[in-house]
Nanobody, 124 residues
């Protein structure tokens, strides 16, 4: 199982970006999915999360500006980021609670997986 994130880049303040992350590999289930971010010298913090049935929650600093969504058929999660500010500059990581399927006899066990990170730079 791997998570592949994409969609980062550079944008002016007030601009928008859309991040995507897709789970590849065979799975029993993909459960909660989330986006985290980490700025230099800071810890990695959760930005937004979404359950398998679509319930979303956000950290206060992005609520109303960012929207997390998912496509369960594609095992993908998205982060639409609008009204970006300088403080949103960070490496963004996708995260998923996944039960991998390794073939006949696999037991249902859940693990946390991380994507490779994608840089978002907001600069004037």
């Amino acid at each position: 199982v791997q998570l592949q994130a994409s969609g980062g880049g550079s944008v002016l303040p007030g601009g928008s970006l859309r991040l995507s992350c897709e789970v590849s590999g065979d799975v029993f289930s993909v459960n909660d999915m989330a986006w985290y971010r980490q700025s230099p010298g800071k810890q990695r913090d959760m930005v937004a999360a979404i359950t398998s049935d679509g319930f979303a929650h956000y950290t206060d600093s992005v609520r109303g500006r960012f929207t997390i969504s998912r496509d369960n058929a594609k095992n993908a999660v998205y982060l639409q980021m609008d009204s970006l500010s300088l403080d949103d500059t960070a490496v963004y990581y996708c995260n998923a609670d996944v039960a991998p399927y390794y073939g006949p006899g696999s037991k249902y066990r859940r693990f946390e997986f991380w994507g490779q990170g994608t840089q978002v730079t907001v600069s004037s």
